[in-house]
């Protein structure tokens, strides 16, 4: 069955850095663009950072620009989203999408806590 399982979330001081993962299963992992999504608390779900299938170009919000980057192992069929410089308004649930045409999957969240 399709799988994305979210890692590599946790507790971090205020400038800090975390790499989450998303490993996926289940479907042609390199067919798919990939997104991250972020839930803080009380709000909407937002997308963060997408990359094409080939991981040739990556796109972000302009609340990350410069802070996080994402990449992808089309070989380990992961998803990988860099964070570095982290503050408070980063904490949120964080969620990896992966999507082809009408069709997408999620995973269920990685929590991030930025706090000191």
């Known amino acids: 069955q399709v799988q994305l399982v979210e890692s590599g979330g946790g507790l971090v001081q205020p400038g800090g850095s975390l790499r989450l993962s998303c490993a996926a299963s289940?479907?042609?992992?390199?067919?798919?663009?990939m997104r991250w999504y972020h839930q803080p608390p009380g709000k909407e779900r937002e997308l963060v950072a997408r990359i094409t299938r080939s991981g040739g170009i990556t796109g972000y919000a302009d609340s990350v620009k410069g802070r996080f980057t994402i990449s992808r192992d089309n070989a380990k069929n992961t998803v990988y989203l860099q964070m570095n410089s982290l503050k408070p308004e980063d904490t949120a649930l964080y969620y990896c999408?992966?999507?082809?045409?009408?069709?997408?999957?999620w995973g269920q969240g990685t929590q991030v806590t930025v706090s000191s």
């Open positions: 999408n992966a999507q082809r045409g009408i069709t997408e999957y």
């Open positions: 289940g479907f042609t992992f390199s067919t798919y663009t």
